[in-house]
T-cell receptor, first 111, second 115 residues
Framework: EDQVTQSPEALRLQEGESSSLNCSYT??????LFWYRQDPGKGPEFLFT???AGEEKEKERLKATLTKKESFLHITAPKPEDSATYLC????????????FGSGTQLTVLP | GAVVSQHPSRVICKSGTSVKIECRSL??????MFWYRQFPKKSLMLMAT?????????EQGVEKDKFLINHASLTLSTLTVTSAHPEDSSFYIC???????????FGPGTRLTVL
């Protein structure tokens, strides 16, 4: 059974204080690891897809990396508007595009 | 970008009534749509996978007769919660996937409250 574990559950940062969120996964044949951002009362917003170990992607203050067992979402010099829940999900080979989600990291960036 | 809409955004209904939620892909054709349920401060739980023109595939533990899914076109899927009860109150989110690529694009969600 696919498993996705995110840590920490919650993270409070001061504005400008860089940090990383972790997503550990166990999946039979990774077909993609996805990062989403979710604001309260809204649906998830797609951020990145990573397909193979060593791959990195960047978008503004966010950078996602992938190894064979985990992914990190690095946040550089965060701003209050980066406050949200960040979700990680994996897709397994042959799963008809179904995703297994982690429970998320709730990030709060204080001004 | 890929835009997915849901309607309504919020609905309050009495116990025993049925509620229909629509999910539309606005600027692309979605060969597959997914329905999720999310409890407060919890992650998304996949309820069912819907392919246009065929029956939905439900996850274990999800009652197909209670959560009716119709995927009549490449841009529209509907979820009907039949004979709703207070325990069905939740945040329901749909997503859509294009034929090419693996990304799922999510709708804004529907908050269902059953009194």
């Amino acid at each position: 059974e696919d498993q996705v574990t995110q840590s920490p559950e919650a993270l409070r940062l001061q504005e400008g204080e860089s940090s990383s969120l972790n997503c550990s996964y166990t999946v039979s044949g990774l077909r993609g690891l996805f990062w989403y951002r979710q604001d309260p009362g809204k649906g998830p917003e797609f951020l990145f897809t990573l397909y193979s170990a060593g791959e990195e992607k960047e978008k503004e203050r966010l950078k996602a990396t992938l190894t064979k067992k985990e992914s990190f979402l690095h946040i550089t010099a965060p701003k209050p508007e980066d406050s949200a829940t960040y979700l990680c999900a994996v897709r397994r080979s042959g799963s008809a595009r179904q995703l297994t989600f982690g429970s998320g990291t709730q990030l709060t960036v204080l001004p | 970008g890929a835009v997915v809409s849901q309607h309504p955004s919020r609905v309050i209904c009495k116990s025993g009534t049925s509620v229909k939620i629509e999910c539309r892909s606005l600027d692309f054709q979605a060969t597959t749509m997914f329905w999720y349920r999310q409890f407060p401060k919890k992650s998304l739980m996949l309820m069912a996978t819907s392919n246009e023109g065929s029956k939905a595939t439900y996850e274990q533990g999800v009652e197909k007769d209670k959560f009716l899914i119709n995927h009549a076109s490449l841009t529209l899927s509907t979820l009907t919660v039949t004979s709703a009860h207070p325990e069905d109150s939740s945040f329901y989110i749909c997503s859509a996937s294009r034929g090419a690529g693996n990304e799922q694009f999510f709708g804004p969600g529907t908050r269902l409250t059953v009194l």
